[in-house]
């Protein structure tokens, strides 16, 4: 498909056409991109009279890619997932209607504004979020009108039939009652050491296992990659900043520091003119020239006595705390420096500064070093990016774009779709690597956006099928697998044998460990295999223990319950657990309902 695009990118006609799609998508989304180049009519099923047609397929085949929850390369495998998920609307939709469920164009209107995806910052209705992202899902306002409508009257159905459903009152005072059990036994462990035999899987063993489980040792499709990665960051790595332009930035960036700040004010009216208090102002700057102290002058001076008592001092402020005049004469202070003289509304000022409350240059060095870097390489890297589309897009290989660029040209072990490592096990990557263009036909990827630092280009160097891996490639792990079940095994039947012996009252020498009332949710430390095996165990009667044995991984155990306890209430947890046994009640319900449906519709494929 893309060399398509590319033999044929250099005529008008091509390109009108590409435009009428990107701007059919933008408007309207995948329904009227299938419209455009014809509806095919083909029926891929048929439900009790009523198609299923291609078209409605492959756009709930499309929608569940963009979605990002499935991959491109497994659209065969979704395809058939998604025709069994068409059929199953079908038959509950015919039933909904059968049943005379029904939404109005008002409801549906209702529910259309309230929907928060649909809504302005402001909680209203926006009708331009409201096409955009129904075009970036694939659909269009009459098709998703009408899936809408569908899926409120199979909500409207499966909530009739959980609604229907209850709990009697003795079946959740019981459940409540299981739930809180505690349970007191001992346990005793058998290992490997228990065994009198060593266990050696013989040949047989082994070639049967491997004949049973084939696909456990299959070797995934896998590809070798060679790349090219253009990465901002490490051109910023590569450029000198000088310290005045480092602290240039910090002054820069710390120009809005909250401050501390002390004034000396004089106001003027009824005691003394604007003049005079200028005159004892530029009076007071003369006095601060000749190196007295700003604190001891505001002392004697300063209007302001709350203030004048800490040596003029305001405290620490932010801008916009004082209004315009005094945050443009406060804030154009470095540390230690005085103001000229400042009017506001309150009077006359002179200001300075104690202290910035800022990071200090040293500890942002760094940081300030990493983004002037990048500020300067930002339109290199840009230009550099557009290159590698550029080049990439019509070069047979990856050699010559790396140099071009200056770029390492990368190579990766055999790879599969799910076990990349690294920058291959990004967002994007591999779906590329499978890709039709780039694995069938060779083609260099399209230029991949890892982040907003870094672009990468791939190409396949290796490609080679999945096959399952012959015996002696893995007989080893073969092996392992026979004796580690071999082993389980053996360890089984030695408990059980030991149990039995336990029921027939002989003594058994076995290490054994005390566990005091165990709940269902503290297992104090035990595995939960082991805590709900002894659960399994029934409830002693009298004084004599009940016996029961589990595997759990490599060992076996075995358990003596010696009592069954009430334990205590959690209404929370009890509240809980009714909950989600109502829940699994009603989706049990509600599947039964479709699995009815579905064994009585007349279904063709």
């Known amino acids: 498909m893309l060399q398509s695009i590319r033999d044929r990118s250099r005529s008008w006609g091509a390109k009108i056409i590409v435009g009428a799609v990107v701007v059919t998508m933008a408007l309207f989304g995948v329904e009227s991109l299938v419209g455009l180049f014809g509806n095919s009519g ?150 490997a050491g228990s065994l009198e035999e060593e266990i050696v899987p013989s040949e047989a063993a082994i070639e049967a296992y491997y004949a049973d489980h084939r696909d456990d040792f299959r070797r995934p499709e896998q590809v070798r990659l060679s790349y090219v990665v253009l990465d901002r960051q490490a051109m910023a790595e590569q450029v000198e900043v000088d310290e005045e332009a480092l602290r240039d930035a910090w002054r820069e960036q710390t120009a809005d520091a909250d401050r501390r700040l002390s004034h000396i004010m004089l106001t003027f009216g009824d005691e003394r003119t604007r003049e005079e208090a200028m005159a004892e102002l530029e009076e007071v700057q003369a006095r601060l020239a000749e190196g007295e102290s700003f604190a001891d002058l505001a002392a004697r001076v300063s209007d302001d006595t709350v203030s004048a008592e800490q040596g003029g001092d305001l405290g620490v402020v932010s801008r916009g705390f004082f209004g315009v005049a005094f945050d443009e004469a406060a804030f154009s202070l470095d540390e230690g420096e005085v103001s000229e003289i400042v009017e506001t509304d309150n009077g006359l000022h002179l200001l300075t500064v104690t202290a910035l409350e800022r990071e200090s240059f040293e500890s942002r060095r760094d940081e300030l070093r990493r983004e002037l870097a990048l500020s300067r390489v930002s339109g290199e890297f840009n230009d550099r990016a557009q290159q590698l589309i550029d080049e990439s897009f019509a070069a047979d290989d990856l050699q ?62 290796e490609h080679r099928e999945a096959t399952t891996l012959p015996l002696a490639e893995v007989r080893d792990e073969v092996a392992a697998e026979v004796e580690r079940e071999m082993r389980r095994d053996a360890l089984r039947a030695r408990a059980d ?109």
Not at 42 to 48: H, I, P, R, T, Y
Not at 435 to 456: H, K, P, Q, T
Not at 524 to 551: I, K, M
């Open 42 to 191: 083909d029926e891929v099923a048929e439900v009790n009279g009523e198609p299923i047609m291609r078209q409605e397929l492959e756009l709930s085949v499309q929608r569940a890619i963009r979605s990002g929850q499935v991959p491109p390369e497994q659209e065969r495998a979704l395809r058939g997932q998604m025709l069994d998920e068409l059929i199953t609307d079908k038959v509950l939709n015919q039933y909904a209607d059968e049943g005379g469920l029904h939404l109005s164009e008002e409801q549906l209107d209702q529910i259309i504004v309230s929907l928060p995806e649909f809504q302005d910052q402001e909680g209203r209705f926006d009708s331009e979020l409201f096409r955009n992202r129904l075009a970036s899902a694939g659909y269009t306002p009459v098709g998703f009108r009408d899936q809408l409508r569908r899926d409120m009257k199979q909500q409207q159905l499966q909530q009739g039939l959980a609604f229907s459903d209850f709990t009697l009152e003795s079946e959740e005072q019981r459940l409540a009652e299981l739930q809180r059990q505690t349970r007191t036994f001992r346990h005793a462990t058998l290992d």
């Open 400 to 461: 010559g774009v790396a140099e071009d660029l200056g770029l390492e040209l990368q190579t990766s072990d055999w790879v599969s779709r799910d076990d990349a490592e690294g920058v291959l096990s990004e967002p994007g990557v591999m779906s590329q690597a499978f890709s039709a263009d780039v694995l069938e036909e060779g083609y260099n990827s399209e230029v991949i956006e890892l982040d907003n630092d870094r672009r990468m280009v791939l190409r396949v160097a």
């Open 497 to 605: 044998e030991l149990v039995a012996a336990l029921r027939d009252g002989d003594s058994v020498d076995l290490d054994w460990q005390q566990a005091e009332e165990v709940s269902r949710q503290q297992s104090q430390g035990l595995s939960r295999t082991l805590v709900d095996a002894a659960f399994r165990v029934p409830a002693p009667e009298g004084d004599a223990p009940t016996y029961g044995a589990v595997v759990d991984g490599d060992r076996a155990v075995i358990i003596a319950l010696q009592s069954v306890g009430e334990g205590e209430v959690d209404e929370q947890v009890e509240q809980f657990v009714s909950s989600m046994a109502e829940r699994l009640r009603a989706q049990a319900a509600i599947q039964g309902l479709i699995e009815h449906l579905r064994s009585e519709a007349e279904i063709k494929r």
